[in-house]
């Protein structure tokens, strides 16, 4: 506890003094001492935080459930009457983590960046710009308020646009940069609405005599915010709905998805850090740490069920066809984060963040691979020209292999029990399109990935012979943190064996303190939960209100995740009926649920072997039988559209690009004819004037007030030197000004 | 009246006179020379507001150092600043002149309406000791930023001079 | 003296010292001017700490002693400008350095 409280705050400070350090000194420091050691120094500040996180994360573990969570005030930060936002992080389960995931992989992926970096001119900046984006992710994961995180939330977004764009000299990776920092920050829009929307509502409170925006007070005050609404809304939809875009940009949802495949620009040590493994699993933490907020509002959550599954299968759908090696595993990527949206959104929080850990795992090894790859052929990205490197790299491609099968979720691996969690809650709580969908990108899922093995590292080369005989294994800092992020993403799955398989789910009863998951569909979660309100209240009517707090830990008598607790404390929820709901359901379903649990399972396994097949066939095996379905003129449509990515790009670019740049037009037309006109009148208007002024002088007015004359041709040329930019003299007319309110005050006084 | 009145009125006199001649004297060697008796006028004042430690750093560095950096520059730069056409106040316009006497007398007649939270006057031996302490204490850090800016601004002037040298 | 009469003549100070720095051409004399100005504001926390106004009764003084180094730096950093842009153009007339200007 103590050793928490002591060290946690040097887990976000660490990267970022490295960040410093190699920003300013990094330069020198490479010339001096060369690459390696600017490399080390890059590697050592994540490693450090790493291990204060992997030893935090033990102590906690030893503690009791219930007090895991430490909260580390470190410095007010701003306050204006009851606001006072603080520099405060907290350290409990669920940020625990994340911080293993961003510190573990993050510490592999620099390791792997040194040697895949490796005679790059800006080795310094590289490792600055990667260590300031881990310490602004470790920001967003620690932060106790909105704010913090809001703070990690932009920090991300910029090493991301930095990173992104970090060969800028190429014109396609400087846009590439532009276009992620653009759709993020739509994004972002929505986030920030969200946060000004709670702190009105709590604003508008008076009882609330201290707002910090953290989540724990949030969490204590969302009786009370669930309770207002705005434009007919209830509050805790369109702000559930507001941070939800936020994640949408963040975590590349449809439909700001757009930025992810071409962010594939960076380098690869930052696709697989950034890109795969924890910025763009940002948006799911988010809706894990706010589920108390998403639990009460049900009909975002069927939004966001919805949008995410039409990214799944879309997105996976696009995968089925890219030919460049990394394009797949983007699309690939956005497919996976819809997953975890859709356990999001059918309230399975703790088994969306399950399969954000499985996927950070896989996906980062699998991009890892990938860079190893290309950096072999010599920096090609199309898999036509690749093949064969199975013998040539045998580690890399051993290791791929074993994520490809984490990720199309083989008995025992990661993947399987992740994703299977997550497509059983939606069928459990009978959204069987959901579930249908998941099914679908299920399988395709499988067939892109084997078809990326088969194309990449089967069969005979493609690639020319020279750049095939010199394509060779690289060095141990590049394979090593491949293998090992390719066996943990055998083990993980482990942690979250569901019950029916005879496991205990400890992964989600780990989480349980933080993130409740709902037992139902959040739709009869939210009625039940309203009917229990009301039932209460008139129950309840003549008791005092304090007594009414109540609380209830439903006991795991059947085995089933906890379920029934409700974080909607603030002293009027009774969920005695809810829970017993629950527990009935799970008494007598029991039985049932485990077989048709076992059927599904089975059913996914056969499904993802077959497409596995599939791919087999048509890549390996009888690449006529491809050739065969390709000469079909609607077979070659869909392929088409499907290799143009459905023509996302280029519908955004006419409809609203074109248009936004029409705006443009118009508004630098009236820039020019209209403010400039305006500004050209004026002064046109105070020559005049000043001529006018001038030639009264001339001509009316006589030596004997030519002082007053005087005066007015001054302040004549005084108007006309008003853009001189001298401070002497601008000084000068705000002391006229100034005076002239003097008399003016002191003329009211006396008439008065 | 007493003895420090009325010596706090001579001086208060003596920095009025000088700061009258820094800001209309045509000679501008003049001007840098009235600038130490303003500055050690107002030195004088902060002995009788029982600053004494001010009082000598003010004498220190302003009597002793500004102002013999403003003689000097005034004195390198001879040739220009005794252009009497460009150095000086241009009587012409007569704005400045107005709104500064309309400035002043608000200023004044705001003061005579003001009411100050005035608090017990006090009768310390020194401020020397208790003025070290509070530095040391309550403005360590305004302390060692205002060091750190002294050290930046001498080496930016060393600079900024030998800068120019080479060309 | 009152406090009065200390805030009277702080006042005279800076209303000279604005109208040097307004009235003067030579970048030297508005440099004095400045330097009028800040002695005008540290005068008037003096007296202030003198009238026992302030959180201790040395916050006026602790406020006169920043203002004053605080004063220092800026003349030996000006003065070097100064100097810097005379031995450029050959002159230091603030109305003809418009270099800058758009």
């Given at each position: 506890m103590n050793i928490i409280y002591k060290f946690?705050?040097?887990?976000?400070?660490?990267?970022?003094?490295?960040?410093?350090?190699?920003?300013?000194?990094?330069?020198?420091?490479?010339?001096?001492?060369?690459?390696?050691?600017?490399?080390?120094?890059?590697?050592?500040?994540?490693?450090?935080?790493?291990?204060?996180?992997?030893?935090?994360?033990?102590?906690?573990?030893?503690?009791?459930?219930?007090?895991?969570?430490?909260?580390?005030?470190?410095?007010?930060?701003?306050?204006?009457?009851?606001?006072?936002?603080?520099?405060?992080?907290?350290?409990?389960?669920?940020?625990?983590?994340?911080?293993?995931?961003?510190?573990?992989?993050?510490?592999?992926?620099?390791?792997?960046?040194?040697?895949?970096?490796?005679?790059?001119?800006?080795?310094?900046?590289?490792?600055?710009?990667?260590?300031?984006?881990?310490?602004?992710?470790?920001?967003?994961?620690?932060?106790?308020?909105?704010?913090?995180?809001?703070?990690?939330?932009?920090?991300?977004?910029?090493?991301?646009?930095?990173?992104?764009?970090?060969?800028?000299?190429?014109?396609?990776?400087?846009?590439a940069g532009k276009k992620a920092f653009i759709t993020n920050r739509v994004g972002d829009l929505g986030f920030l609405t969200g946060i000004f929307l709670i702190m009105m509502f709590s604003m508008q409170n008076p009882d609330f005599l201290e707002i910090t925006l953290s989540?724990?007070?949030?969490?204590?005050?969302?009786?009370?915010?669930?309770?207002?609404?705005?434009?007919?809304?209830?509050?805790?939809e369109v702000v559930?709905?507001?941070?939800?875009?936020?994640?949408?940009?963040?975590?590349?949802?449809?439909?700001?998805?757009?930025?992810?495949?071409?962010?594939?620009?960076?380098?690869?040590?930052?696709?697989?850090?950034?890109?795969?493994?924890?910025?763009?699993?940002?948006?799911?933490?988010?809706?894990?740490?706010?589920?108390?907020?998403?639990?009460?509002?049900?009909?975002?959550?069927?939004?966001?069920?919805?949008?995410?599954?039409?990214?799944?299968?879309?997105?996976?759908?696009?995968?089925?066809?890219?030919?460049?090696?990394?394009?797949?595993?983007?699309?690939?990527?956005?497919?996976?984060?819809?997953?975890?949206?859709?356990?999001?959104?059918?309230?399975?929080?703790?088994?969306?963040?399950?399969?954000?850990l499985s996927h950070a795992a896989f996906k980062a090894a699998l991009f890892m691979g990938s860079g190893a790859v290309i950096v072999a052929m010599h920096h090609e990205q199309d898999m036509r020209k690749m093949g064969?490197?199975?013998?040539?790299?045998?580690?890399?491609?051993?290791?791929?292999?074993?994520?490809?099968?984490?990720?199309?979720?083989?008995?025992?691996?990661?993947?399987?029990?992740?994703?299977?969690?997550?497509?059983?809650?939606?069928?459990?709580?009978?959204?069987?399109?959901?579930?249908?969908?998941?099914?679908?990108?299920?399988?395709?899922?499988?067939?892109?990935?084997?078809?990326?093995?088969?194309?990449?590292?089967?069969?005979?080369?493609?690639?020319?012979?020279?750049?095939?005989?010199?394509?060779?294994?690289q060095p141990k800092r590049t394979v090593l943190p491949i293998a090992i992020l390719a066996i943990a993403s055998m083990l993980i799955g482990w942690l979250n064996v569901p019950h029916f398989l005879g496991g205990h789910s400890n992964f989600s009863q780990y989480l349980s303190p933080e993130?409740?998951?709902?037992?139902?569909?959040?739709?009869?979660?939210?009625?039940?939960?309203?009917?229990?309100?009301?039932a209460h209240n008139n129950h309840q009517a003549t008791a005092p209100s304090g007594h009414a707090h109540e609380e209830h830990h439903a006991e795991d008598h059947s085995g089933h995740a906890a379920h029934g607790e409700i974080s909607a404390h603030g002293g009027d929820a009774a969920h005695g009926e809810n829970a017993a709901h629950g527990e009935d359901a799970a008494h007598g379903g029991h039985a049932d649920h485990s077989q048709l649990e076992w059927d599904l399972m089975v059913a996914s396994v056969l499904w993802t072997l077959f497409t596995a097949f599939l791919a087999y066939i048509m890549y390996l095996g009888k690449p006529q039988l491809r050739l065969f379905i390709m000469r079909f003129s609607l077979s070659r449509s869909v392929f088409t559209l499907l290799y143009n990515k459905y023509y996302v790009d280029e519908l955004y670019e006419a409809v609203i690009l074109n248009r936004l740049r029409d705006l443009y037009i118009l508004m630098s037309a009236v820039d020019k004819y209209i403010v400039d006109g305006v500004v050209n009148l004026m002064g046109w208007l105070s020559k005049v004037l000043a001529k006018i002024t001038g030639g009264?002088?001339?001509?009316?007015?006589?030596?004997?007030?030519?002082?007053?004359?005087?005066?007015?041709?001054?302040?004549?040329?005084?108007?006309?030197?008003?853009?001189?930019?001298?401070?002497?003299?601008?000084?000068?007319?705000?002391?006229?000004?100034?005076?002239?309110?003097?008399?003016?005050?002191?003329?009211?006084?006396?008439?008065? | 009246m007493e003895l420090l009145t009325v010596i706090s009125l001579g001086i208060g006199l003596l920095v009025v006179a000088s700061s009258l001649v820094v800001a209309f004297n045509q000679n501008l060697l003049r001007s840098a020379f009235a600038m130490f008796g303003a500055l050690f006028g107002v030195g004088a004042l902060y002995a009788t507001l029982q600053a004494d430690f001010l009082a000598m750093v003010q004498i220190l560095v302003y009597a002793g150092g500004i102002c013999v950096l403003f003689i000097f520059g005034t004195m390198f730069t001879k040739e220009v600043t005794e252009d009497p056409e460009r150095s000086n106040p241009s009587y012409q316009n007569l704005f400045p002149y107005i709104a500064i006497v309309i400035i002043a007398c608000f200023m004044i007649f705001c003061l005579q309406d003001a009411q100050w939270a005035e608090g017990s006057r006090w009768a310390l031996d020194s401020t020397v000791k208790d003025l070290g302490r509070r530095l040391l204490t309550d403005y360590l850090l305004p302390f060692e930023v205002v060091s750190f800016l002294l050290l930046t601004s001498l080496i930016g002037a060393m600079a900024l001079i030998l800068q120019g040298g080479k060309k | 003296m009152t406090l009065l009469g200390t805030l009277c003549i702080s006042a005279i100070l800076f209303a000279l010292g604005l109208v040097t720095f307004i009235t003067r051409r030579n970048a030297i004399a508005v440099l004095?001017?400045?330097?009028?100005?800040?002695?005008?504001?540290?005068?008037?926390?003096?007296?202030?700490?003198?009238?026992?106004?302030?959180?201790?009764?040395?916050?006026?003084?602790?406020?006169?002693?920043?203002?004053?180094?605080?004063?220092?730096?800026?003349?030996?950093v000006a003065l070097?400008?100064?100097?810097?842009?005379?031995?450029?153009?050959?002159?230091i007339y603030l109305d003809r350095l418009t270099s800058l200007q758009g």
């Open positions: 946690i705050p040097f887990v976000p400070i660490l990267p970022l003094l490295g960040a410093i350090f190699l920003g300013l000194f990094g330069k020198k420091f490479h010339k001096k001492f060369g690459e390696t050691a600017t490399g080390i120094v890059g590697c050592l500040t994540p490693g450090l935080a790493g291990i204060i996180a992997y030893t935090c994360f033990f102590i906690l573990l030893s503690m009791p459930e219930a007090e895991r969570s430490v909260t580390v005030e470190m410095a007010p930060w701003f306050g204006t009457g009851i606001f006072q936002i603080g520099w405060t992080l907290t350290y409990d389960v669920l940020s625990a983590m994340m911080l293993l995931i961003i510190t573990g992989i993050g510490f592999l992926i620099h390791v792997y960046a040194m040697g895949y970096m490796q005679g790059d001119k800006s080795f310094w900046r590289f490792f600055s710009y990667v260590n300031l984006f881990t310490a602004s992710m470790l920001m967003l994961v620690l932060g106790d308020n909105l704010i913090v995180m809001f703070l990690g939330w932009e920090g991300v977004g910029l090493c991301s646009y930095l990173l992104i764009g970090f060969w800028f000299d190429t014109e396609a990776n400087a846009v989540f724990d007070e949030l969490s204590q005050r969302i009786g009370y915010l669930a309770e207002q609404s705005i434009w007919g809304l209830p509050l805790l559930g709905f507001c941070f939800f875009i936020g994640a949408m940009g963040k975590s590349a949802q449809i439909p700001l998805y757009v930025w992810l495949p071409d962010a594939m620009a960076g380098p690869t040590p930052v696709s697989a850090l950034i890109h795969a493994a924890t910025m763009v699993t940002a948006g799911v933490y988010m809706m894990a740490r706010m589920n108390f907020l998403y639990s009460l509002a049900p009909q975002t959550l069927g939004i966001v069920a919805i949008i995410a599954s039409l990214t799944c299968i879309f997105s996976a759908s696009i995968g089925l066809t890219q030919f460049d090696i990394k394009k797949v595993l983007a699309y690939s990527t956005v497919s996976q984060l819809g997953y975890m949206f859709v356990a999001m959104g059918v309230g399975a929080y703790s088994a969306g963040v399950f399969h954000l064969g490197l199975l013998k040539k790299m045998p580690v890399t491609g051993w290791s791929f292999i074993l994520a490809t099968f984490a990720i199309m979720g083989f008995p025992g691996t990661c993947g399987f029990f992740s994703k299977d969690e997550i497509l059983w809650k939606a069928f459990s709580q009978g959204n069987y399109f959901l579930w249908l969908i998941g099914f679908i990108a299920a399988g395709m899922t499988s067939f892109y990935m084997w078809r990326l093995v088969f194309m990449t590292f089967f069969g005979k080369t493609r690639a020319d012979h020279h750049t095939y005989e010199h394509c060779h294994e993130v409740k998951d709902l037992s139902v569909a959040p739709a009869v979660h939210y009625k039940e939960l309203m009917a229990n309100k009301a009264f002088d001339a001509e009316f007015v006589d030596g004997n007030i030519n002082g007053a004359a005087d005066m007015i041709q001054q302040g004549g040329r005084l108007v006309s030197r008003m853009q001189a930019g001298k401070v002497q003299k601008v000084i000068l007319s705000s002391l006229l000004i100034f005076s002239a309110l003097v008399v003016c005050l002191f003329y009211l006084l006396i008439k008065s | - | 004095m001017a400045v330097e009028l100005i800040l002695n005008a504001a540290a005068l008037n926390f003096a007296a202030f700490a003198h009238a026992g106004i302030g959180a201790h009764i040395l916050q006026g003084q602790v406020f006169s002693l920043f203002i004053i180094i605080l004063a220092a730096a800026e003349a030996v070097a400008l100064v100097m810097a842009v005379y031995r450029e153009k050959g002159h």
